[in-house]
């Protein structure tokens, strides 16, 4: 299914051939297929969960083939929450997602269109490629014996003085081309007819027979017919009029002396071999350009050239490591070659001093001072440093000249530099380059009567600051967080932008998130309040009103910490109004979900309070939601919150001193737990089993004097935790243990 959506986006791209197999998990001849995928300049691949964790050729057979052959990889992420399965089955490989919302991220398409361009060959790059060859042979040989030609394309390349001469097959025909009228314009272009001779010639009537042999005697070709395997001699010469003798094509000597014979009368080596058109031919190699693809060949040529200082080959070269086209994925390698490259476009600037060549250095050094950074698994950060300082300095010279896209230069330049002052722990510094960083931001919208900047400024701090706080680095968050609030007030006040006031109600909430964290209720709950403010406000508009109810729920809570139950009551009570009149929404796993736990956490405010019947209608309502959620999905948060309910009716039941009742939630508690850890021993499932029966066997010893029973739920406590490592469990077991040591 993702085969048309994928190859369309690739042939927008770029002018190529798009290979797949209808039925992958058919029979298939190994080598076969093998000398087809060798053929491929890259393995596209849509990572699923099926593909991961199931048995496919796509991982068991085709991949390890590209990784051999050094052909690069594109894996395009098709689902979220494979991270970890990914990274066991492709190791250090670097995916594209394409349903990433990062705003802070190049868009898939122009990433995809710049990956794209980097590991195939353009029209016109091909086109200066075919000019270097000094000569080209026609190879015609018959389809079952396609193997014998690639054979063949090998033994004549072999020989050094044949290295630039192309070889011709109809490989290399373009889909939807014409297939007569493309093997006469090149049967026409070549200097050789080199025909592979095997039994299958003569064998039957075949298209090298009725078509190219008497084609190539018309136009006056030289033919040169190389016997692959031991074929009749009087049914060659039946067939096929004036045949000369045949080369033997497995006697290397022998073979090589009749083709050296044969081209005597080519320009062989007409031009200087310059490390310039040396690339070329590389280039040849590396994509297989009317030659076979040999990518050591190609890698020694290529890298001749980057060391004899073409630009051009420097790049490549960058690229293939970076790619692992042709050669491992190295980056140190790359960078070399990348430094070497910009080296060049330093000396071209310094020499030439005009825009254009300002530009291309401005983005050769981005794109090295990222790597560095450790965008691709090497890390770098004085390197990076240096790289971003220098374009820093050019780009503040460019944009002082009115340059649009040095002023985008400097922008990335700030933003890299605050990240790594910020790596140092330099926070003063971290601020200094951020907030130059929403000036240049901000000036720009003024002069574009936009706010596309400072918006794209402000998405990028909460995106980085989340990950930040995701990984724990709350100082880092809360920096990124406090640049992103500045940009956000200001958008969100200048026009009244209800999506910009929305954004600025989640900053709040951000922020307050970072002082629960570390340690700062009030201030959280400060900060919770001006985000609900925000949000109260434009209650009008139905897709902001769905906000509310999470943040009234989350300031209850805040209310309850600090031992307020009458705020979080009222709280609670309006999130719960709201959740009920939004009949589209309630109808959601979530939402249902959402509502469960809500009347669950009424229901104990009001068990608190005495007020029994109140409590009573709010946990049954709760229970009825998430026994039939439960009973739906079979989750196990779900088969949770059941539980959860279960025991506060338990204890509404033993306020009210009714054993009876109490007992029967108790059970009813029990039957879903043991089933949920007998289905799923996760270790959630397995605490809050051992937790209940810790509770259920203390009901049952102090309530009911039912002291056997009670003595096997403290048991199965005792056995739950033995030598776990949770601490939860752990403590679980040490109370169970006290309990039996004192109790039985």
């Known amino acids: 299914m993702y085969f048309e959506p994928y190859a369309s986006r690739i042939l927008r791209i770029h002018d190529c051939s798009v290979w797949y197999e209808a039925e992958p998990e058919a029979p298939f001849d190994r080598e076969d297929l093998a000398l087809s995928l060798s053929l491929m300049q890259l393995f596209v691949v849509p990572v699923t969960a099926r593909l991961l964790m199931e048995p496919c050729r796509a991982m068991d057979f085709e991949l390890p083939l590209a990784r051999e052959k050094h052909i690069p990889i594109l894996p395009l992420m098709m689902e979220e929450g494979l991270d970890s399965l990914f990274s066991d089955r492709f190791g250090d490989f670097q995916y594209m997602d394409p349903f990433d919302r990062d705003p802070t991220r190049r868009p898939f398409e122009e990433v995809l269109s710049s990956y794209i361009r980097t590991v195939l060959v353009g029209d016109a790059l091909a086109d200066r490629i075919r000019s270097a060859f000094d000569a080209y042979i026609f190879l015609s040989y018959r389809k079952k014996d396609r193997r014998k030609a690639q054979e063949l394309m090998r033994l004549i390349h072999k020989d050094p003085m044949a290295r630039d001469i192309a070889i011709w097959y109809d490989e290399f025909l373009t889909p939807g081309e014409d297939f007569n009228e493309a093997i006469g314009q090149m049967l026409a272009r070549s200097d050789l007819f080199a025909l592979v001779v095997t039994p299958s010639l003569v064998n039957e009537p075949n298209y090298v027979m009725d078509i190219e042999y008497p084609e190539a005697l018309r ?93 051009e080959a420097m790049l490549q070269l960058a690229n293939m490591y970076a790619a692992g086209k042709g050669v491992p ?26 825009r254009e060549k300002a530009f291309l250095l401005m983005h050769g050094l981005l794109g090295l001072g990222d790597l560095q950074m450790g965008l691709a698994g090497f890390r770098d ?84 600051g989340s990950k930040a706080a995701s990984e724990g680095d709350l100082k880092r968050a809360e920096l990124y967080f406090d640049k992103a609030l500045l940009a956000s007030e200001e958008l969100a006040w200048q026009k009244a932008d209800p999506k910009e006031l929305r954004n600025l109600a989640s900053q709040y909430e951000l922020l307050g998130f970072l002082a629960l964290g570390q340690g700062g209720p009030a201030a959280a709950e400060t900060l919770y309040k001006k985000g609900l403010a925000l949000l109260e406000d434009l209650a009008g508009d139905p897709e902001i009103r769905k906000d509310l109810p999470l943040r009234y729920e989350r300031l209850a809570d805040m209310a309850l910490k600090r031992d307020d139950p009458a705020a979080a009551r009222s709280l609670y009570e309006k999130s719960l109004a709201i959740r009920e009149e939004m009949p589209a929404e309630t109808g959601t796993s979530q939402a249902r979900r959402d509502l469960s736990r809500i009347r669950r956490k009424l229901g104990v405010l009001a068990l608190d309070r005495k007020d029994f019947s109140l409590a009573r209608s709010h946990l049954v309502m709760s229970l009825v939601i998430a026994r039939d959620l439960a009973g739906v999905t079979g989750a196990e948060r779900d088969c949770l919150d059941q539980v959860r309910t279960l025991r506060r009716l338990a204890r509404l039941a033993l306020e009210e001193k009714d054993l009876t009742a109490a007992r029967a939630w108790y059970e009813q508690a029990m039957a879903v737990s043991e089933d949920l850890a007998g289905r799923d021993p996760s270790a959630a499932a397995v605490r809050n089993l051992a937790d209940l029966s810790l509770s259920y066997g203390i009901f049952l010893y102090n309530r009911c004097r039912e002291k056997a029973k009670a003595r096997t739920l403290f048991e199965r406590v005792r056995d739950l935790g033995k030598g776990n490592g949770d601490q939860r469990l752990a403590a679980l077991h040490a109370r169970a243990e006290e309990i039996l040591a004192k109790h039985f």
């Open 381 to 464: 950060p004085e390197g990076a440093r240096e790289t971003f300082e220098e374009l820093r300095d050019l780009a503040e010279e460019w944009a002082g000249k009115g340059s649009a896209s040095a002023r985008e230069h400097l922008l990335e330049s700030f933003e890299r530099l605050g990240s790594l002052a910020l790596d140092e722990g330099d926070m003063a510094g971290a601020e200094a380059f951020f907030e130059k960083e929403l000036d240049l931001c901000t000036e720009m919208d003024r002069e574009t009567g936009t706010e596309r900047k400072r918006r794209y400024y402000a998405a990028r701090m909460r995106m980085r």
């Open 329 to 354: 994925v190295d980056h140190e390698q790359e960078i070399r070659w990348r430094k070497a490259y910009i080296g060049t476009l330093r000396a071209s600037y310094e020499e030439d001093g005009g």
């Open 219 to 311: 136009l006056g070709k030289p033919v040169f017919p190389v016997e692959m395997e031991e074929t009749d001699r009087a049914a060659l010469e039946e067939n096929y009029a004036s045949i000369p003798a045949c080369v033997p094509g497995m006697e290397g000597e022998a073979f090589l002396e009749a083709l050296k014979e044969r081209l005597k009368g080519l320009a062989l080596s007409a031009r200087e071999d310059s490390p310039a058109h040396t690339y070329l031919i590389g280039l040849a190699y590396l994509d297989g350009i009317d030659v076979e693809i040999d990518r050591d060949r190609a890698a020694g040529l290529i890298t001749g050239a980057a060391k004899a200082g073409i630009p």
